[in-house]
């Protein structure tokens, strides 16, 4: 499938996390080897047949042309080998500390014509003063080129040392995250960011695959969102990132490692759910009563 990418040397590893600390954020360059590029950009053709427009309604700030699927780990398997990317595994720990969480998975392909995004940060939903230790390491994947004519995210580096969150609605003095296709971008919950005006007139295509410690809640409730049987049939390494393990003492189930009761309370992995072969079928009922998200 050509997936699997030469690992990070230290020497890599610890560029990115410096850049991280210093600036907030880290290109990856040639993360994405193309058949597993294309393999993501195939599944977002299939979702848009299965739930057209994306799973969040339009709105002002997530976008009125910007199609965002989420609860991906129930969709396709491509979506199991994007959580665990091998250079975010290696990064993530040092910018997270062991025993982070995948937070949420969700695409990003921003429409023609979409106007420019407010700029905000990804962990004030913890109301935590700032600044603070890193609660949140989001990245951006760019499926397709990261320009300013095609809407690349708009960044304020170092922003994530500042003392305050954004204020909605105000201008801020924004630098564009250029990165050809194929590039990841890991960034702290604390920048200041937003995605760019499109007037490419074409799709800017991205994922935002997000990680938090492990001591913070996730945002996508995955662990009631996906069977456990269907969970039990996962690589660990997903496993781990979606809290089978212990984070410094939190999470344990008996006191203990929750994978061990995880494989006593069920021994058979299912990679099939029942559910899922009507679940596509509810998203018009979903897209009618969600209200649109409120944003601090």
């Not at 960011?193 to 410690?213: F, K, M, P």
Request: glycine residues 10%; negative net charge.
């Amino acid at each position: 499938m050509g997936w699997s990418p030469q690992p990070l040397s230290e020497a890599e590893v610890e560029g990115h996390v410096a850049n991280i600390e210093r600036d907030g954020y880290s290109i990856m360059e040639n993360a994405l080897p193309e058949g597993f590029r294309q393999e993501v950009l195939d599944e977002l053709d299939r979702l848009e047949a299965v739930r057209p427009g994306g799973d969040i309604p339009p709105q002002e700030f997530l976008g009125f042309v910007t199609r965002r699927w989420l609860d991906l780990l129930n969709d396709g398997e491509v979506w199991q080998r994007v959580a665990i990317h091998p250079w975010l595994m290696q990064v993530l720990p040092r910018v997270l500390g062991e025993g982070f969480l995948l937070s949420s998975m969700a695409t990003a392909v921003v429409g023609a014509g979409e106007p420019e995004q407010g700029i905000h940060d990804d962990d004030s939903v913890y109301e935590f003063p700032r600044p603070h230790p890193n609660l949140v390491c989001n990245s951006m994947w760019a499926l397709t080129d990261f320009t300013e004519e095609t809407g690349a995210t708009r960044i304020i580096p170092g922003s994530h040392h500042w003392g305050q969150d954004p204020e909605p609605g105000k201008t801020y003095d924004t630098e564009p995250m250029v990165m050809p296709a194929g590039s990841i971008c890991p960034f702290v919950g604390g920048l200041y960011h937003g995605a760019g005006h499109n007037r490419s007139g074409r799709d800017r295509s991205a994922l935002t695959i997000n990680y938090c410690s492990g001591s913070m809640r996730q945002q996508e409730n995955l662990m009631l969102g996906l069977h456990p049987e269907r969970m039990m049939a996962f690589p660990k390494a997903l496993q781990d990132v979606l809290g089978f393990k212990m984070c410094k003492g939190a999470g344990h189930i008996f006191g203990q490692d929750p994978r061990m009761e995880m494989t006593r309370h069920f021994t058979a992995a299912a990679a099939s759910d029942s559910y899922l072969a009507v679940r596509n079928d509810l998203h018009g009922e979903r897209h009618t009563s969600r209200r649109p998200r409120q944003r601090r």
